[in-house]
């Protein structure tokens, strides 16, 4: 039986063998069918369907893979969901990689834990999210349990919404984060425990744990914290370890420590949402203290797979275009303008590029200040198209009908600004007068 070093007033969770075989579990077969070759990679398990078992299956895929292998998903099945009807149990050195574009989700459905490690080797888990696991009762690891000595790596991967009296997600013996997110899970003790606990040593690497509910991080060894968040987690962050900090990381209160290792203070995360890359991510919001507070960067990209700059963000996220502002907007208008001859309409247009690649909306206005003798009128147009703005320069163009009258030969005021723009991009807009041409009917 194993048993938890366990802080002043915690009770111990007994974890036996015996207590998670349940009688009524599922019997696996006895003997895997042969594995399939992905296309012209011979030896590579490859997932082709969302089933619980059978041939094709990631559990079958589990089984087929090689010790120090492989197992990968079809392309089709990018961005499907695999739900469980009980544990994984890689029972060897393996990684689980899901496609880089939408990843793969991996659910325990409400109703069983999502893996459970062998008793030695490293299982290595990238581009999945690992969410809907449910321990048995008075267990530890919704999400993954390390029965034995098998140690865990996460690489932008995301797990969220999973439940345990013990620790609400994660328990194995070392325990690696590389741009991973953890986030959501509860513990239901009385006494609420930490989302991620380590029988030996816990490193977060840009990695992100917050707003779980009972606490963040807790080692029987050391916690290594590298340019990472571990903030919001409903009780302390960590528990009672010693630290060893590389570069910077951010939490909201000392229980990790103090300066110059952590920053003490509320990182503004985002809810967790879909904000690009094959797993889901808390985005840091504008003014973000995480934002360029990194020191000794070591990846080069954040969880999803976007470029970091030199100097990084904490976290998995890393804030588009590295700074307060974000993703900066380069916008221009042209000089000059077609009217046209039958509707009275004017086409604008200009050029727009950004920092970094990002989708919103240009607002674009013209007026035109006509006299007729005595009389002034204004006439307006307006309009918004979609914009998919590039790091290379985009040409853009919109028709303005006038809501009075018609555009004529002459001179007029043209504004562009954006709009609906995504946590990150800073607002852009420009201003210019216009010659109007007067086309052919």
Known sequence: MRRYTLRAGRWPLALTLAALACADDPVGPTRSPAPRPSAGIVGIPVV?????????????????????????????????????????VPAKTVTVEGPTTKGITISGGGKTRVFELGDSGVVTLRNLSITGGKAPPGSYAGAILGMGNADLVLEHSTVYGNVAEGFAAIEARNITLVNSTVSGNTSTAAVPWSAVGSMGTLTLTNSTVAHNFGGGLQSNSVITLRNSII????????????????????ANDSSCGIAPGILITDPQLAPLADNGGPTMTHALTAG????????????????????????????????????????????????????????????????????????????????????????????????????????TLLRWAVILTPTSGAFESGSAAASAETVAIPAGVTPAAASATVKLRRGRP
Not at 233 to 240: A, Q, S
Not at 299 to 328: F, I, K, M, S, W
Not at 337 to 366: K, M, N, P, W, Y
């Open 48 to 88: 082709t369907n969302t089933n619980d078992a059978g041939d094709g299956s990631l559990r079958w895929a589990l089984g087929s893979a090689a010790s120090d292998g492989i197992v990968r998903f079809d392309s089709t099945l990018a961005g499907q969901t695999i739900t469980l009807n009980s544990p994984l």
């Open 288 to 391: 973000s203290p995480a934002i360029n507070a990194g020191g000794s960067c070591t990846v080069t990209t954040d969880q999803r797979y976007a470029p970091r700059d030199a100097q990084c963000d904490l976290g998995a996220y890393e804030l588009a275009g590295g700074t307060t502002g974000g993703t900066t907007v380069a916008l221009t208008i042209d000089p000059g303008a077609r009217v046209d001859a039958t509707t009275g309409s004017a086409t604008v247009s200009g050029t727009i590029q950004c920092s970094r690649s990002a989708t919103f909306g240009l607002s674009v206005e013209l007026d035109q200040t006509q006299k007729a003798g005595r009389n002034v009128a204004h006439v307006r147009g307006s309009g918004t198209l979609p914009v998919p703005c590039p790091t």
């Open 231 to 250: 903030s919001n987690n409903g009780g302390k962050n960590c528990f009672n370890t010693p630290h060893v900090y590389a570069g910077v990381s951010i």
